[in-house]
């Protein structure tokens, strides 16, 4: 997505688990920050990767056992 992030793109992983807490997605965020060099945000309950690495993301949350569905 780029809209409202001044032409950056964003990988937006949503529709997370719902037996999720708010710090377990604290650290399923920090664990694809680290894994994937770059940064990112907690916004409710979506995490939002900066870059265009729509793969990298894939294979990060298929690597944790998360069914990915989407492009």
Same mark, same amino acid.
């Given at each position: 997505?780029? %809209? =409202? ?8 992983? %949503? =529709? ?8 377990e997605? +604290?650290?399923?965020?920090?664990? !694809?920050?680290? %894994?994937?060099?770059c ?8 995490? +939002?990767? =900066?870059?265009? =690495?729509? +793969?990298?993301?894939? !294979?990060?949350? +298929?690597?944790l ?7």
């Amino acid at each position: 997505e780029k %809209s =409202q992030r001044g032409g950056k793109t964003v990988v937006v992983i %949503s =529709q997370l688990p719902t037996h999720l807490s708010p710090p377990e997605l +604290e650290n399923l965020l920090k664990k !694809a920050r680290k %894994s994937l060099g770059c940064g990112g945000t907690l916004n409710g309950r979506e995490i +939002e990767l =900066q870059g265009d =690495q729509p +793969e990298r993301v894939r !294979a990060f949350l +298929e690597g944790l056992n998360y069914h990915v569905v989407g492009p």
